[in-house]
């Protein structure tokens, strides 16, 4: 594998875990705000998130040492309006300068 694209692989490692954990958080907020079908929703993409981190991960377990995760994830709690905002924000990033070759 070639150090660009493991490069790639960890700071979207980074940016799938922290998507994950912002999900979920993200889904706590759309229950307390009775909203389940989006809690649901956020649930849905949480357990992707960590799919694809997981799976960068297992990519990269031939590495050694220590490396930093530039994540350029979105961040802000809010209501679940405003993580309604974050998350289109943050996956069209995804879709436009994360990973804008697969699609």
């Known amino acids: 594998m070639k150090k660009m ?3 790639h692989l960890i700071n ?7 998507a ?3 999900y979920l ?3 706590d907020q759309a229950i307390k705000e009775n909203f389940p079908n ?3 929703l956020f649930r849905a993409i949480a357990y992707s ?3 694809q981190a997981d799976n960068h991960y297992l990519e990269l377990r031939h590495l050694e040492g220590g490396f930093v995760a530039n994540s350029m994830a979105t961040f802000g709690p809010g209501d679940t309006k405003k993580n309604l905002k974050l998350a289109i924000i943050g996956e069209n990033y995804v879709i436009t300068e994360m990973y804008p070759h697969v699609y």
Not at 12 to 18: D, K, P, V, W, Y
């Open 5 to 7: 694209t493991e490069l």
């Open 12 to 18: 979207a490692f980074g940016s799938e875990s922290q």
């Open 20 to 22: 994950n954990m912002r």
């Open 25 to 27: 958080h993200f889904v």
């Open 38 to 40: 989006t809690a649901r």
């Open 49 to 51: 998130e960590s799919v």
